[in-house]
C-alpha cells in the first residue's frame, strides 16, 4: 500500500489501538483479539520485549489483511528497523525531525507526537502525515482539539492520553481524524488473566462509537 492508501485507511477506521504489554506473545494475542474485534490496524510500541520480533511475526501472521504500526519510536534507526519488521506507520511520543525524515525517504506514514501549537506546526511541515497530540487528555481533551483545529484546520490530529468510550465521539467531533487508545482498550490486568475476549468486545465497543459519533456528524 502507498503512504496515502494507508492514511486513507486508518482515518476511515478512525482508531489505532496501541499494544503495550509486557510479554511478546501478549502483544501478539492482543492484536490477534483487535483483530478479530474488527479494527484492522494496531500499533505495537518499542516497549515490548522483543517488540521488532514480534513486529515479524504479525507481519507474516497477517500479511495484508491488518495495518501494523510501531509506536514509542524515538529514533530513525529504531524507524528503519521496524520498516524492515513489517511496520507500515510509525508513532513516536515527542517531535524528532530525522525520524518523519526516515519515514519519508521510505514512503511511510508517520504520526509524530506533539503538544504545543508551535511543535505541532513543525511536525506538520517536517511531513508528518497526522499529529499525534499528546498527552491530549491532560490539557483539556476534546476541547484542546477543537483550540488547535481552529488555526490548523489543514492539519490531521490523532488524540493520545485520555480516549475511551465516553470520549471518542467528542474527539471525533472536535476535528481529530482518528483516536489512539492504549490502556482503555488493551491493559496489563485483562492481558494478564488471558482475557483476550474482554479485549476484543472492546474493539467492537470502539467501532460502534466512531460509527455513532460520524452517522450524528453527518446528521
Same mark, same amino acid.
Given at each position: ?8 485507511? !486508518? %482515518?476511515?477506521?478512525?482508531?489505532? *489501538?496501541?499494544?503495550? =504489554?509486557?510479554?511478546?506473545e501478549? /502483544? ?5 483479539? !483487535?483483530?478479530?474485534? $474488527?479494527?484492522r #490496524? ?6 515490548? *520485549?522483543? /517488540? ?6 504479525? #507481519? ?6 491488518? !495495518? ?7 529514533? *530513525? ?5 521496524c @520498516?524492515? #519488521?513489517?511496520?507500515e506507520?510509525?508513532? %513516536?511520543?515527542?517531535l524528532?525531525?530525522?525520524? !518523519?525524515? @526516515? +519515514? &519519508?525517504?521510505y ?6 507526537? /506533539?503538544? %504545543?501549537?508551535?511543535?505541532v506546526? %513543525? ?6 502525515? @497526522?499529529?499525534k497530540?499528546? *498527552?491530549?487528555?491532560?490539557?483539556g481533551?476534546p &476541547?484542546y482539539? &477543537? #483550540?488547535?483545529? $481552529? ?10 492520553? $485520555?480516549?475511551?468510550l ?7 467531533? +472536535?476535528?481529530?481524524?482518528?483516536v ?9 490486568? =485483562?492481558?494478564?488473566? $488471558? ?7 472492546? /474493539?467492537?465497543?470502539?467501532?460502534? +462509537?466512531?460509527? &455513532? +459519533?460520524?452517522a450524528? @456528524?453527518?446528521?
Open positions: 500500500m502507498t503512504s496515502k492508501e494507508i492514511l486513507a485507511f !486508518i %482515518t476511515e477506521v478512525g482508531i489505532v *489501538p496501541i499494544v503495550r =504489554t509486557s510479554s511478546a501478549g /502483544a501478539i494475542q492482543a492484536v490477534e483479539a !483487535i483483530y478479530n474485534g $474488527g479494527v #490496524a494496531a500499533e505495537v510500541t518499542m516497549t515490548v *520485549p522483543g /517488540a521488532i520480533h514480534v513486529l515479524e511475526k504479525l #507481519a507474516d501472521r497477517f500479511g495484508g489483511k491488518l !495495518i501494523l504500526g510501531a509506536g514509542t519510536v524515538l529514533d *530513525p534507526e529504531t524507524a528503519r528497523a @520498516m524492515l #519488521a513489517g511496520a506507520f510509525f508513532v %513516536t511520543p515527542s524528532r525531525l530525522s525520524t !518523519i525524515e @526516515m +519515514a &519519508k525517504r514512503s511511510k506514514v508517520i504520526c509524530p507526537g /506533539a503538544l %504545543t501549537p508551535t511543535e506546526l %513543525t511536525a506538520w511541515e517536517a511531513g508528518a502525515d @497526522m499529529v497530540i499528546f *498527552p491530549c487528555g491532560n490539557v481533551g &476541547k482539539i &477543537k #483550540a488547535l483545529k $481552529g488555526p490548523f484546520p489543514q492539519i490531521e490530529m490523532v488524540p493520545t492520553g $485520555g480516549v475511551n465516553e470520549t471518542t465521539g467528542d474527539f471525533l467531533k +472536535a476535528g481529530a481524524c482518528a489512539a487508545v492504549g490502556s482503555e482498550l488493551v491493559d496489563a490486568k =485483562t492481558v494478564k488473566e $488471558g482475557r483476550f475476549d474482554i479485549i476484543e468486545n472492546r /474493539a467492537h465497543q470502539y467501532l460502534a +462509537a466512531i460509527a &455513532k +459519533a460520524r450524528e @456528524m453527518r446528521a
